[in-house]
C-alpha cells in the first residue's frame, strides 16, 4: 500500500477568513479536499493549480499567506 502525503493551499478572502484546501498523495493519485465547503476532486496533474482556482472561484479567496509582503 502507497504511503499518504498531505499538503495544503491556504487564501484568506477579502474578509480576513481563512480557506484551506488539502492535497492528499498516494502513489500517482492526489485528491483534493476543501476544509471549508467539503469539496472533493480527483487531480493527478497539476493539483496545486485546481486548488488554488477552486478556492479564487468558489470562496473569492485570493490572499497568499506566502507572498512576500515588502
Known amino acids: 500500500m502507497p504511503s499518504t502525503t498531505t499538503s495544503k ?3 484568506w478572502d477579502q474578509h480576513g477568513r481563512e480557506h484551506v484546501v488539502r ?3 498516494a502513489g500517482v ?5 476543501c476544509d ?3 469539496w472533493r476532486k ?3 496533474f ?3 493549480l485546481k486548488a488554488e482556482e477552486h478556492l479564487t472561484g ?13
Do not use: Y
Open 9 to 11: 493551499v491556504t487564501r
Open 23 to 25: 492535497v492528499q498523495k
Open 29 to 33: 493519485q492526489r485528491s483534493l479536499v
Open 36 to 38: 471549508t465547503c467539503g
Open 42 to 44: 480527483g487531480a493527478q
Open 46 to 48: 497539476l493539483p496545486w
Open 58 to 70: 468558489a470562496h473569492q479567496a485570493t490572499v497568499d499567506p506566502t507572498a512576500d509582503r515588502s
